[in-house]
């Protein structure tokens, strides 16, 4: 497959597998393929909203602008798909959801346990919410310095990916991170989501190559 193929391919991921960074069953590649579900929906900036809600202690809804405006994260990682490949070193821009918890402007109840991605067209992925909480999920705008585009979730989507020196983190495939996203649900009891619901594992941790149910 085109994709895998070359010299340079092939050399750095062999350096990946020797620092124990690429994962049971993946290929290095040096693309970002393009994988998803569906069209690639329209975006206005002046009807755009994320909202919050389920179990929080208030529900939170910001506009694209107001989204802006949030505390920013920057983080670099490496992110697994379950169709195989792998892409080190990507580095992403956005908005932690760690941070709004600690800074009070989403406040969970004690009941909340997992978190749903509500993305367009219907699209959901699930999460513990301990998951959601640590410092490798990330509510994205940017990727390498760069708006996302259209085909990788422009304008916001959810990231989770594998950070070399926090290997205390658990790391599900790339999946988990919805594209296009518009809100989070959190929720007392776990639901699975899209691909869940279609025979993929619903934890999904890349180390235990966990990907079908």
Known sequence: MFLFEGPDRRKEEERMR????????????????????????????????????????????????????????????DIHC???????????????????VEEGLIRPKPTAKYVMQHAEYGFTANLPLEVVLQDNFLLATHFNGEPLTPDHGYPLRGVVGHIPSRPDLETPYFWKGAKWL?????????????????????RADVWKEERFG
């Open 18 to 77: 020797s620092e124990g960074r690429l994962p049971p069953g993946q290929s290095l590649t040096l693309k970002f393929p393009v994988l998803h579900y569906g069209p690639v929906p329209p975006f206005n900036p002046a009807t755009w909203d994320f909202r919050v809600w389920g179990e929080v202690e208030s529900e939170r809804r910001w506009t694209w602008d107001e989204f802006n405006q949030l505390p920013r994260t920057r983080v670099v990682m």
């Open 182 to 202: 518009r809100g989070l649900e959190f929720m007392p009891a776990d639901r699975r989501g899209f691909w869940e619901q279609a025979g993929y594992h619903n």
């Open 82 to 100: 379950v169709t195989r490949w792998s892409k080190f070193d990507t580095v992403w821009e956005g908005v932690s959801v760690r941070t709004l």
